[in-house]
């Protein structure tokens, strides 16, 4: 039902930064859940950072410190700011929907992030 399209992926060398961004079809700002979650081919989607209706972020270790998840109410839109890439971040990223009081999960089709020199 709700409709999620990422955008902002793309190749950067290690060390550099990328925002991703996440529209979504309706509004965001009440009772919902965002987060991004990444996976590598032939990997588990692990989950990379989430922020509630609130603003509330919670963060992966693995990029905790690098990594800030934001939201533009206004714009239907959250984002996920990737500093100091790594490798090792090399992934799908996708955007993730749920109502905080549970239910399915939406999805978006994901957006490429590569790091390699």
């Known amino acids: 039902q709700v409709q999620l399209v990422e955008s902002g992926g793309g190749s950067v060398q290690p060390g550099g930064s990328l925002r991703l961004s996440c529209v979504a079809s309706?509004?965001?700002?009440?009772?919902?859940?965002m987060g991004w979650y990444r996976q590598a081919p032939g990997k588990q989607r692990d989950m990379v950072a989430t922020?509630?209706?609130?603003?509330?972020?919670g963060y992966a270790s693995a990029v905790k410190g690098r990594s800030t998840i934001s939201k533009d109410n206004a714009k239907n839109t959250v984002y996920l700011d990737l500093n100091k890439l790594k490798a090792e971040d090399t992934a799908v990223y996708y955007c993730?929907?749920?109502?905080?009081?549970?239910?399915?999960?939406?999805w978006g089709q994901g957006t490429q992030v590569t790091v390699s020199p």
């Open positions: 993730k929907a749920r109502r905080v009081s549970g239910g399915p999960e939406y």
């Open positions: 922020i509630t209706s609130g603003d509330r972020p």
């Open positions: 309706e509004s965001i700002s009440d009772y919902y859940v």
